[in-house]
């Protein structure tokens, strides 16, 4: 396990923490709260001395947990998106985004999670939040949890333009593109998918750069970008290449693009 220590606070980014102790099974992780993920360790762990090992050497499971006892708060925290750096996190940007750029779409919990790459339990707290702030509305058909953009609050309108701005690219591109034949897969690169990865930049991104591998239809996919440019409120350039060239490509343009992130769109047969 990875520590270090801030101002005299104890951090440790917790990914599937468990403890194992002769007496209990494992330590109890508690889902987190705005950030913060809280574990709860079971008190017969707790109260165990810190024992030496057979070979004379304190125990290291043991002293960890010697060391835990009164520590109750670990923190996991990421820094702000990048690409619009006044929410909690990138995750909750991007399910924000996916729901309020579309008013028509109704997405279950597992759907969302699918979208966007996030957990469950974190799709479930931020759509909690969400619908406790008037943003989004659900409701049961069985045992599924429907979500829906609210259209009737009064932030709709302009939070989901913001949002579809700077976290729905990839959305509505994969959307648009989802329509043009020859397309064998299409990723976004540069500027934005370099922010979307966390790279910091100077300005904000003035436009979006799209490689779109095949055989696409010319007429349909010139179409398609300008659709998306009226959402995205941006240019959008679009590279057209073979199917093989990520593999098979050379020169200034394939380095340039292959050292920096590219962000694969979902498209149909994917």
Same mark, same amino acid.
């Given at each position: 396990?990875?520590?270090?220590?801030?101002?005299?606070?104890?951090?440790?980014?917790?990914?599937?923490?468990?403890?194992?102790?002769?007496?209990?099974?494992?330590?109890?992780?508690?889902?987190?709260?705005?950030?913060?993920?809280?574990?709860?360790?079971?008190?017969?762990?707790?109260?165990?001395?810190?024992?030496?090992?057979?070979? %004379? $050497?304190?125990? +290291? =499971? /043991?002293?960890?947990? &010697?060391?835990?006892?009164?520590?109750? !708060?670990? *923190?996991?925290?990421?820094?702000?998106?990048?690409?619009?750096?006044?929410?909690?996190?990138?995750?909750?940007?991007?399910?924000?985004?996916?729901?309020?750029?579309?008013?028509?779409?109704?997405?279950?919990?597992?759907?969302?999670?699918?979208?966007?790459?996030?957990?469950?339990?974190?799709?479930?707290?931020?759509?909690?939040?969400?619908?406790?702030?008037?943003?989004?509305?659900?409701?049961?058909?069985?045992?599924?949890?429907?979500?829906?953009?609210?259209?009737?609050?009064?932030?709709?309108?302009?939070? %989901? $333009?913001?949002? +579809? =701005? /700077?976290?729905?690219? &990839?959305?509505?591109?994969?959307?648009? !593109?989802? *329509?043009?034949?020859?397309?064998?897969?299409?990723?976004?690169?540069?500027?934005?998918?370099?922010?979307?990865?966390?790279?910091?930049?100077?300005?904000?991104?003035?436009?979006?750069?799209?490689?779109?591998?095949?055989?696409?239809?010319?007429?349909?996919?010139?179409?398609?970008?300008?659709?998306?440019?009226?959402?995205?409120?941006?240019?959008?350039?679009?590279?057209?290449?073979?199917?093989?060239?990520?593999?098979?490509?050379?020169?200034?343009?394939?380095?340039?693009?292959?050292?920096?992130?590219?962000?694969?769109?979902?498209?149909?047969?994917?």
């Amino acid at each position: 396990m990875r520590q270090r220590k801030v101002t005299g606070v104890l951090q440790r980014k917790v990914i599937g923490l468990h403890i194992y102790s002769p007496a209990d099974s494992a330590i109890r992780e508690v889902p987190s709260i705005d950030g913060v993920r809280l574990v709860r360790l079971p008190a017969s762990v707790s109260r165990q001395p810190a024992a030496a090992s057979t070979g %004379g $050497e304190p125990d +290291t =499971r /043991a002293s960890i947990i &010697h060391k835990l006892k009164s520590i109750l !708060l670990i *923190v996991d925290r990421k820094p702000a998106p990048t690409l619009l750096p006044i929410l909690r996190s990138q995750q909750q940007g991007e399910i924000l985004a996916l729901l309020l750029g579309d008013p028509d779409l109704e997405l279950s919990l597992t759907e969302i999670a699918a979208r966007t790459g996030a957990p469950h339990p974190s799709v479930y707290r931020e759509i909690q939040r969400a619908e406790q702030a008037g943003l989004v509305t659900s409701r049961k058909v069985g045992n599924t949890r429907l979500v829906r953009a609210n259209t009737a609050s009064p932030y709709y309108a302009g939070l %989901g $333009e913001v949002l +579809t =701005r /700077a976290f729905g690219v &990839h959305a509505v591109l994969a959307e648009v !593109l989802s *329509v043009v034949d020859g397309i064998s897969t299409a990723y976004i690169y540069g500027s934005w998918a370099a922010r979307h990865e966390g790279q910091a930049g100077q300005r904000p991104v003035g436009d979006i750069d799209v490689l779109v591998l095949g055989e696409p239809d010319r007429d349909q996919l010139y179409a398609a970008l300008s659709t998306a440019e009226q959402r995205l409120a941006r240019p959008v350039q679009a590279n057209i290449r073979d199917s093989a060239w990520l593999e098979s490509g050379s020169g200034a343009f394939h380095d340039t693009v292959t050292s920096r992130p590219l962000l694969r769109l979902p498209l149909p047969g994917d």
